[in-house]
């Protein structure tokens, strides 16, 4: 059974950091895309920042500067350094990813979560 487990969330002061990280298990083929999505209470999901599978990177306009998304392919896992962190940065933070798993077939896999919470 293929799953995303996300680590590393936690509570911090604004102007703090933290890293999360999302390890994929089960048999996986391959990953093509992974991406960090988050959503704050009241509001919806929004794209935090993706990686594909060559390294290519991009991000949300509230986090360029600030956050860097980098895998390690070898232990099919994503990363999501955040630094200078704002109160506005609070939310659950979920792993995405394209994989093919055992079937042979692309689909779209999401973590369970892990809450960011930011104080001033």
């Known amino acids: 059974q293929v799953q995303l487990v996300e680590s590393g969330g936690g509570s911090v002061q604004a102007g703090g950091s933290l890293r999360l990280s999302c390890a994929a298990s089960g048999t996986i083929f391959s990953i093509k895309n992974m991406a960090w999505h988050r959503q704050a209470p009241g509001k919806q999901r929004e794209l935090v920042a993706v990686i594909t599978s060559v390294g290519s990177t991009n991000y949300a306009d509230s986090v360029k500067g600030r956050f860097t998304i980098s895998r390690d392919n070898a232990k099919n896992t994503v990363y999501l350094q955040m630094n200078s962190l704002k109160p506005e940065d609070t939310a659950v933070y979920f792993c995405?990813?394209?994989?093919?798993?055992?079937?042979?077939?692309?689909?779209?896999?999401w973590g369970q979560g892990t809450q960011v919470t930011v104080s001033s």
């Open positions: 995405n990813a394209d994989m093919m798993d055992s079937t042979w077939r692309l689909k779209n896999y």
